[in-house]
């Protein structure tokens, strides 16, 4: 498996997904009439499931989707890989119309190009764990020697090396959901859809899970849609987050850009319980070192400096520690700001409820 190469771009363009036998008819009100969802039930016995949703996925991002349960997120990344046919719209990847694939087309598509992980992991319980994780290479015909050979490659990777020849039933449910993980990367696809794959597990193993997909993902690479309905978690996992509400995408943004400037009322709501610590990043509160000279005469004597994307939590706790204010720098160590201890303590509080 490559580790160099980096997953490819999803364009997701103004998708409709109208359900029912009189669908056509419900969309061409939904556009032209400007029906609302009640009255598309009512007229047309028809349910919007997803509602003129537009988003572009970057190659080797974590794209969070997220919402609340009828929310509509599940429903649309199963037309990522065309597991619902859209009502109207267009799904490309790499610049590919995923709609204009024929059976066969599609079939292969979906083998070599995409990976998902389901929440109920859906192994097969009379297979072993490496059969599990081999049988996307079985089905694209690669011989059993290979595909073991990838297959344990892939294990390891999972960190359950020793574990291949035991059966579902006898894995925990993290275990379990490891499998599912490394089923899906097996061969290799440049696209994962991952639905709402931790949910089903404790707490704790939740949280080891999402931290080891997080270190997997930077060094796989692949582009990633995670479905999810929980703010912690797509804070956590996602480079950028999506909030569905009715069917619709409500606002897209970082997870900074989520919490500290929600787009209203419901997402507002929706992040309340999400502290800045975990989100504001020291590009977005540094000044400018030349302007902070000009107006104090000298930087500090006792400085000491930290990357440009480290978090409020991580600049609060090393300026504590050392009692000094801290220099920013940029991925090539130069110099791009400067954060006050005062400034620290400004943007923990800001946002907060008085």
């Known amino acids: ?3 160099e190469s980096i997953g490819c771009e999803i364009s997701i363009q103004n998708i409709w997904k109208i359900f029912g036998n009189n669908n056509k008819e419900a969309l061409d009100a939904i556009q032209n009439k400007n029906i609302s969802k009640q009255e598309a039930l009512e007229k047309f016995n ?17 794209f969070c989707v997220m919402g609340l349960s009828g929310s509509g997120k599940s429903t649309l990344v199963r037309h ?4 619902l046919e859209p009502t109207s719209g267009k799904i490309l990847i790499d610049g590919q119309d995923v709609m204009q694939l024929e059976k066969e087309k599609l079939q292969d598509f979906r083998n070599k190009k995409i990976g998902m992980v389901f929440q109920n992991f859906a192994l097969m319980p009379h297979r072993s764990v490496i059969d599990n994780i081999a049988m996307p290479l079985e089905i694209r015909g690669i011989n059993k020697n290979k595909r073991y050979d990838q297959a344990n490659k892939i294990l390891n990777i999972v960190e359950l090396q020793g574990w291949g020849n035991k059966y579902a039933h006898e894995l925990s449910g ?20 991952m639905d709402e794959p931790f949910s089903a597990l404790d707490p704790l193993i939740r949280r080891q899970l999402q931290s080891e997909f997080i270190k997997l993902s930077k060094q796989m690479k692949k582009t990633t849609v995670f479905i999810t309905h929980d703010l912690d978690e797509a804070v956590k996992v996602g480079h950028r987050i999506a909030i569905m509400r009715d069917g619709k995408v409500i606002q897209v943004g970082t997870p900074e850009q989520i919490v500290t400037k ?3 009322e419901y997402v507002e709501d929706f992040v309340k319980g999400i502290s800045r610590l975990k989100v504001v990043e020291a590009k977005s509160i ?5 302007k902070f000279i000009k107006d104090n005469g000298q930087l500090p004597k006792d400085i000491i400096r930290m990357k440009q994307n480290d978090i409020l939590s991580k600049l609060i706790e090393q300026s504590v520690s050392k009692n000094s204010s801290i220099i ?4 090539n160590n130069k110099d791009q700001g400067i954060i006050t201890q005062k400034e620290l303590l400004k943007s923990a509080v800001e946002g907060q409820d008085e």
Not at 80 to 83: A, M, P, T, V
Not at 286 to 290: E, F, K, L, S, T
Not at 328 to 331: F, K, S
Request: net charge negative; aromatic share 2%.
């Open 1 to 3: 498996m490559s580790k």
């Open 46 to 62: 028809s349910v919007i499931g997803v509602s003129d949703v537009s988003f572009d996925v970057k190659p080797g991002e974590i």
């Open 80 to 83: 990522i890989n065309r597991l």
């Open 174 to 193: 993290g275990m379990q959901q490891r499998v599912g993980l490394a089923r899906a990367l097996a061969a290799d696809p440049e696209v994962l859809l």
């Open 262 to 264: 929600p787009a209203d």
């Open 286 to 290: 540094m000044q400018p070192i030349d």
């Open 328 to 331: 920013i720098t940029d991925d």
